[in-house]
């Protein structure tokens, strides 16, 4: 069975509704998904060596930055798993398209991700859901195909 991490980073919610639907859709998917809330304090670092795959989600900050705590524990994971899949929350309503989901952007590049980060205004309810669904498969399908996983 694929195991998948999904880390997170959520102030008010909506990043953390995005992580669990993407879980719930793995599972359904037949794949393993466990979750791993990025916190201020980083006394509980996650092992990527104890997972095929590695999903990373965060929120935008001002002017399209990268929230601190996802600079630091990106710092401090210090390796770079592989492969890293991005998604992120936004608002367009703080800088236009320029800066939706820039954070998100600016990972997907650092992790070399395989794929375009999902990338949701908000909530990901409604019209969103069906986006998270179609990524969320994009991600079980690439993992069928690329990875080889041991059986456990
Ligand atoms: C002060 C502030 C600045 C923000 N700046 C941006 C931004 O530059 N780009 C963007 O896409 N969203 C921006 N947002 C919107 C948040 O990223 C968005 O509300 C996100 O869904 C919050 O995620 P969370 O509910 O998981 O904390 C900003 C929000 C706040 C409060």
Redesign the pocket.
């Known amino acids: 069975m694929v195991r998948v991490l999904i880390c997170y980073?959520?102030?008010?919610?909506?990043?953390?509704e995005v992580a669990e639907g993407i879980q719930k859709r793995l599972l359904e998917m037949g794949m393993d998904g466990d979750l791993y809330r990025i916190r201020p304090r980083l006394t509980d670092l996650p092992n990527p060596s104890e997972y095929d795959a590695f999903v990373i989600g965060s929120?935008?900050?001002?002017?399209?930055?990268t929230p601190k705590l996802v600079k630091d524990f990106v710092a401090k994971l210090g390796i770079k798993p592989h492969p890293v899949f991005v998604f992120g929350?936004?608002?367009?309503?703080?800088?236009g398209d320029g800066?939706?989901?820039?954070a998100a952007d600016k990972l997907a590049r650092f992790y070399a991700s395989p794929f375009p980060p999902l990338k949701?205004e908000?909530?990901p309810r409604g019209d969103q859901e069906m986006i998270v669904d179609e990524w969320t498969k994009g991600v079980a399908d690439y993992c069928r195909q690329n990875l080889i996983v041991s059986a456990s």
């Open positions: 980073a959520s102030y008010s919610g909506n990043t953390e929120f935008t900050w001002v002017k399209g930055s929350t936004g608002d367009t309503q703080f800088g800066l939706f989901c820039r949701i908000q909530s």
